[in-house]
């Protein structure tokens, strides 16, 4: 039986001049979150946090210390701005954002779009800011998450779960340091099935992103047991991911 997850790295492979290298596809990026079902928006949110490039904070366009924060929180708020928790006895400078002109250090989303306690920030506003963000060089990670199975939020039938950059030690069961990738997931014991995601899978498959195992905390450890039986000059690096053979794509289907 498939397993009910598929993951794709999100940089792709391109001859440049005499060799080959991997490279940050912004277009893929923006129609991925684009191409998120509009259909979850209904009792779905999203979660996630991004952050401004190092250009923008050098510069000046982007105060590090300020936060744009937008969800369900408990105040009923649809969004905040905030300062960052080493300075947050520091009274926001909501003018350099809204007056200024000054783009937040980071953008953070919690359950935002979840209309039955929120209506102010939909799930379609927060897709679309986090398009704007990522479009603009924000990097960091993005959930999108369909309705919880009978009203429970951490039963979901779909989810989609784009890290924008090169990470480390995730969520379980990938570990160590990981590609930037997506992960799309069909949960069928809450009611979920493979042609909810089929829309993502095709903006993938369109752009030619390499479809990959993660690497898992046995192989993980099994890679430094090796290491530490080798003389040191025969240790390598090696590949983080396993890539997935076209035969057994193939066979798969």
Known sequence: ?????????????????????????????????????????????????????????????????????????????????????????????????????????????????????????????????????????????????SAGHKGNMSENPLSCDMRLEVWKNGPHPEVGIQPPRIRLQWRREYGGARDGIESLEAVCRKHGLKEYEFIGAGDYYRKFERQLELPFEQIREEPLVKLVEPAVLQAAE
């Open 1 to 145: 039986m498939q397993k009910p997850e598929l993951y794709f790295r999100l940089n792709k492979e391109r001859a440049v001049q005499t060799h080959v290298c991997e490279v940050e596809d912004v277009d893929v990026m923006h129609e991925l979150i684009q191409g998120v079902p509009a259909v979850w928006g209904w009792k779905g949110w999203i979660d996630g946090e991004l952050s401004a490039p190092m250009r923008m904070i050098r510069d000046g366009t982007a105060m590090r210390e300020l936060w744009l924060e937008l969800g369900d929180f408990s105040g009923g708020y649809p969004f905040t701005v905030s300062m960052s928790d080493r300075i947050k006895d520091i009274v926001p400078d909501i003018c350099a954002l809204f007056i200024d002109k000054r783009n937040p250090g980071y953008v953070r989303f919690d359950k935002a779009g979840y209309l039955p306690r929120n209506k102010q920030v939909t799930f379609e506003a927060a897709r679309r800011l986090a398009a704007h963000y990522v479009l603009r060089g924000y990097r960091g990670h993005l959930s999108f998450v």
